[in-house]
């Protein structure tokens, strides 16, 4: 840990050594990186394992539906200028995972968590954290968190009065009513492309008003904040007015969106927005998003989307026709069971395109593809639909457990 104090009781130790023997078991058998299994082990021994680990910790957490771990790790790629960091990287966010991620920190300065949107208030209890990251709320997972401005409230009692620097959304109605309840809040205008979950006032249930880029309830008051940083176009505005290029290698307005809050946060310990700007340059790719890999002596690239949210940056992303694209859905209790989502999805969008439809409810997306005019092939697997599609760089766009059955199937 920093500093010269252990923290660690000689039960918290005894909890982290169990945690990482049954994880290194989980690895060795087979069963992935076994952070959430070692977690939980070391979370039963030690109850206030998580606290004791964060206590000498400046600790960063990142909370969002979408854009969470790619903001985890250009946040640690920043912090990493001023000191040595310990994160999450491989999403692994609920407590057993951050849990996992903090033990193996032995001598790190600075902690950067995803956090799962539903665990964000017991985490910030648990680690005291110097900063917050809240980036936006929208439907995901319907069988499980359908209501967003549930999680919204949570948050917003969760978070009152909390010590920390939150950076927030200012363009995100349901973040900016969370974040409200903070005293110490820094508003970043980051953009919402998807606003289908803000049109009704958080704060009293009146029709939202969204002249522009501006958002206000005409019944309330409760409006957009003044941001202090901003994105705009290739660059962030920091608070002086300075803007600074953004040179990312991963693609899209969302992570351009993305690397604005966090140089935002690098700022609020010290990091100029220059070198954390350059510094995110490094990544590349994010635990397999954005990957352009080689299959069947084609290049694939793999983007992830899990919810309606998600589908619509990534839609914004792909190259133009006549690129083939390859979607790939699955409704596994990872990715929430209830895809009633896929009629929120301007499927529209990739007319011109030759789409392939694979992964467990692909009859399901069949069907919404139909409806939406798209022609299309069902295929029965990844094997299928690269030999079938015309000629060229494939797009690939898949959610949560389908994209990780892609990258076994490509061995990525």
């Not at 351009?256 to 070198?275: E, I, R």
């Not at 490094?282 to 694939?300: C, E, I, P, S, T």
Request: with cysteine; glycine share 8%.
């Amino acid at each position: 840990m920093a500093g010269n104090s252990d923290p660690l009781t000689p039960r918290a130790k005894l909890a982290v050594t169990a945690g990482k023997a049954v994880a290194a078991a989980s690895r060795a058998a087979g069963r992935g990186s076994g952070s959430v299994i070692g977690g939980r082990v070391a979370l039963k021994l030690d109850p206030d394992l998580l606290a004791r680990l964060a206590q000498n910790l400046d600790v960063v957490l990142v909370s969002a539906t979408n854009g969470k771990t790619t903001t985890t790790r250009l946040i640690a790629e920043a912090l990493r200028a001023a000191g040595p960091v310990v994160s999450n990287a491989l999403g692994a966010n609920m407590p057993a995972g951050i849990t996992s991620a903090l033990a193996g920190g032995s001598d790190a300065k600075f902690a950067v968590i995803e956090v799962d949107e539903k665990y964000l208030a017991g985490v910030a209890r648990d680690t005291d954290p110097k900063c917050i990251a809240l980036l936006n709320l929208s439907r995901d997972q319907l069988d499980r968190a359908a209501e967003t401005r549930m999680l919204a409230e949570n948050w917003r009692e969760g978070l009152a009065g909390s010590k920390a620097v939150v950076v927030a959304n200012a363009d995100d109605p349901l973040v900016v009513w969370a974040a409200s309840s903070s005293p110490n809040v820094i508003w970043v205008a980051a953009g919402q492309m998807w606003k289908d979950d803000a049109w009704s006032c958080p704060s009293c249930g009146g029709v939202m008003q969204r002249p522009g880029d501006d958002w206000y309830c005409g019944e309330c008051g409760f409006r957009r904040p003044t941001p202090s940083w901003a994105l705009s176009g290739d660059h962030v505005l920091d608070p002086h007015g300075s803007a600074w290029p953004i040179h990312l290698q991963l693609p899209g307005r969302a992570n351009k969106a993305n690397a604005a809050s966090s140089a935002a946060v690098a700022a609020v310990f010290g990091v100029p927005p220059q070198v954390a700007l350059e510094r995110m340059y490094k990544v590349q790719a994010v635990a397999g998003r954005y990957d352009v890999v080689q299959f069947q002596n084609r290049d694939l690239r793999l983007l992830l989307a899990k919810n309606p949210a998600g589908w619509l940056e990534t839609f914004s992303l792909i190259d133009p026709p006549p690129t083939p694209v390859i979607l790939s859905v699955n409704a596994r209790s990872a990715d929430g069971t209830d895809t009633s989502w896929l009629w929120d999805v301007d499927y529209t969008r990739l007319t011109g395109h030759p789409i392939f439809v694979i992964g467990d409810r692909k009859l399901d997306l069949a069907v919404r593809l139909e409806v939406a005019n798209q022609s299309f092939q069902v295929c029965e697997n990844l094997d299928q639909a690269v030999q079938l599609a015309p000629p060229g760089r494939i797009e690939v766009i898949a959610n949560y457990t389908a994209f990780q059955d892609l990258r076994r199937r490509v061995g990525n």
